[in-house]
Protein backbone atom coordinates (compact mmCIF):
# COMPACT_ATOMS: atom_id res chain seq x y z
CA UNK A 1 0.00 0.00 0.00
CA UNK A 2 1.52 3.42 -0.70
CA UNK A 3 1.02 6.33 1.18
CA UNK A 4 0.20 9.80 -0.17
CA UNK A 5 1.89 12.81 0.75
CA UNK A 6 -0.30 15.53 2.19
CA UNK A 7 -0.21 19.14 2.44
CA UNK A 8 -2.08 21.94 5.04
CA UNK A 9 -4.16 24.12 2.33
CA UNK A 10 -5.73 27.14 4.00
CA UNK A 11 -8.41 29.41 3.02
CA UNK A 12 -9.85 32.44 4.09
CA UNK A 13 -14.26 32.68 3.99
CA UNK A 14 -16.30 35.46 5.15
CA UNK A 15 -17.47 34.49 8.68
CA UNK A 16 -20.85 34.50 7.54
CA UNK A 17 -20.16 31.36 5.19
CA UNK A 18 -18.16 29.70 8.24
CA UNK A 19 -20.90 30.34 10.20
CA UNK A 20 -23.43 28.94 7.81
CA UNK A 21 -20.85 25.68 7.38
CA UNK A 22 -20.69 25.14 11.30
CA UNK A 23 -24.70 25.51 11.06
CA UNK A 24 -24.69 22.38 8.85
CA UNK A 25 -23.22 19.41 10.01
CA UNK A 26 -19.62 18.36 11.93
CA UNK A 27 -16.51 19.85 11.14
CA UNK A 28 -15.80 16.39 9.67
CA UNK A 29 -18.67 16.20 7.31
CA UNK A 30 -17.98 19.70 5.95
CA UNK A 31 -14.31 18.78 5.12
CA UNK A 32 -15.76 15.61 3.00
CA UNK A 33 -18.24 17.77 1.66
CA UNK A 34 -15.77 20.49 0.75
CA UNK A 35 -13.03 17.54 -0.53
CA UNK A 36 -16.18 16.29 -2.81
CA UNK A 37 -16.57 19.02 -4.09
CA UNK A 38 -13.00 19.76 -5.21
CA UNK A 39 -12.89 16.76 -6.60
CA UNK A 40 -15.92 17.14 -9.05
CA UNK A 41 -14.54 20.59 -9.92
CA UNK A 42 -10.71 19.29 -10.63
CA UNK A 43 -11.90 16.58 -12.43
CA UNK A 44 -14.47 18.81 -14.26
CA UNK A 45 -11.56 20.74 -14.90
CA UNK A 46 -9.51 17.60 -16.39
CA UNK A 47 -6.58 18.63 -14.10
CA UNK A 48 -7.21 15.26 -12.26
CA UNK A 49 -7.88 12.01 -13.22
CA UNK A 50 -11.21 9.45 -12.23
CA UNK A 51 -8.78 7.91 -10.10
CA UNK A 52 -7.27 10.48 -8.54
CA UNK A 53 -10.48 11.93 -8.00
CA UNK A 54 -11.50 8.65 -6.05
CA UNK A 55 -8.55 8.93 -4.02
CA UNK A 56 -8.91 12.41 -3.25
CA UNK A 57 -12.74 11.90 -1.90
CA UNK A 58 -11.88 8.10 -0.55
CA UNK A 59 -15.36 6.70 -1.95
CA UNK A 60 -15.36 3.80 -4.43
CA UNK A 61 -15.20 4.62 -8.47
CA UNK A 62 -18.50 3.62 -8.67
CA UNK A 63 -19.85 6.12 -5.93
CA UNK A 64 -17.91 8.56 -7.29
CA UNK A 65 -19.44 7.48 -10.62
CA UNK A 66 -22.60 8.14 -9.37
CA UNK A 67 -22.27 11.47 -7.77
CA UNK A 68 -20.83 12.96 -10.99
CA UNK A 69 -24.23 11.74 -12.38
CA UNK A 70 -26.24 13.09 -9.55
CA UNK A 71 -24.17 16.62 -10.95
CA UNK A 72 -25.17 15.95 -14.42
CA UNK A 73 -21.43 15.40 -15.25
CA UNK A 74 -20.18 12.68 -17.60
CA UNK A 75 -17.11 10.58 -16.20
CA UNK A 76 -16.36 9.27 -19.21
CA UNK A 77 -16.10 11.46 -22.34
CA UNK A 78 -17.45 9.64 -26.01
CA UNK A 79 -16.84 11.79 -28.91
CA UNK A 80 -17.16 11.76 -32.56
CA UNK A 81 -13.68 9.76 -33.25
CA UNK A 82 -14.48 7.59 -30.54
CA UNK A 83 -17.84 6.76 -32.46
CA UNK A 84 -16.32 6.77 -35.66
CA UNK A 85 -13.79 4.04 -34.15
CA UNK A 86 -16.22 1.62 -32.96
CA UNK A 87 -18.28 1.82 -35.54
CA UNK A 88 -15.30 0.49 -37.63
CA UNK A 89 -14.52 -1.76 -35.04
CA UNK A 90 -18.64 -3.55 -35.82
CA UNK A 91 -18.22 -3.57 -39.19
CA UNK A 92 -14.49 -5.30 -38.83
CA UNK A 93 -16.03 -7.79 -36.56
CA UNK A 94 -18.79 -8.41 -38.41
CA UNK A 95 -16.80 -9.48 -41.32
CA UNK A 96 -14.74 -11.57 -39.51
CA UNK A 97 -17.80 -13.24 -37.84
CA UNK A 98 -19.49 -14.04 -41.79
CA UNK A 99 -16.15 -15.24 -43.17
Same mark, same amino acid.
Given at each position: ??????????IELPRDIIFAM??????? =? *?? @???? &????IFLFQERAISLGKATE?????????? =? *?? @???? &????????EDFVRDQQMIVEYREMVEK
Open positions: MTTTKTERVERGLQKPE =E *VK @KKLK &IALALTKMSRVRFI =E *VL @KEHG &IPAYEYGD
